[in-house]
Every structure is written in C-alpha cells, then in structure tokens.
Nanobody
C-alpha cells in the first residue's frame, strides 16, 4: 500500500503562487506515475497534471498549461505542483495520486489518492 499526504495548500490572492507537496510512504514510488487532481465546489474531480517516473514526460489539463508545473524528487519520494498566476477558478481541493502503471499518455484513474489539501484563490 502507498500512503500519500499533501501539504502546501492555503489562501492566496489572484495572481499569487503556491507550491503543493505530496509525500509518499509505504513503498517507494520512484517507478510510479504521479499526478494531481482537483475538485472544485459543486464540480467533479478533474485531472490537473501527471508526471512519469523519470520526470521526462509531463501532461497538463489545458486550463493550467503554462501556469502549473509538476515535478518530482524520487530520492525524497515526493511530488510537487508549483502553481503560478492563480485564478479564482483554481479554487479546489487538490489531491495527489500515484499509480504503478506509468504508461505513455494520461491516466484517467490512479490506484492511490491522498486526502487532499484545500487551495482557495480570492479575487
């Protein structure tokens, strides 16, 4: 089993930045695909970003392209989401995800999810 714990969420003004972290435990995730999802108020869960095991391949939902950056540190068993130029519509609970499959292309459903961290962007 893999446990994922997110941190770094909070309240920020429009145009600001936040960096989310996700620490994995239970087993190493260095060969896993890692991702971030979010669920805004009254909305379905939405894919945000994905990174392959080496960090060479990344994928983003169009709405965050150019503003968010996913990265990972396999030595620390941790994945990050740097969020810049935040907008009110980025307000959501952000969930970290991990999956052992690590395919080419976006995974629509991951095996493991964290409990989430709240990000609120005030206008």
């Amino acid at each position: 089993q893999v446990q994922l714990v997110e941190s770094g969420g909070g309240l920020v003004q429009t145009g600001g930045s936040l960096r989310l972290s996700c620490a994995a435990s239970g087993r190493t995730v260095s060969t896993y695909a890692m991702g971030w999802f979010r669920q805004g108020p009254g909305k379905d869960r939405e894919f945000v970003a994905q990174i392959n095991w080496s960090g060479w391949r990344t994928y983003y939902v169009e709405s965050v392209q150019g503003r968010f950056t996913i990265s990972r540190d396999n030595a620390k068993n941790t994945v990050y989401l740097q969020m810049n130029s935040l907008k009110a519509e980025d307000t959501a609970v952000y969930y970290c995800a991990a999956d052992p499959r690590d395919p080419r292309g976006v995974l629509t459903d991951f095996t493991y999810y964290g409990q989430g961290t709240q990000v609120t962007v005030s206008s």
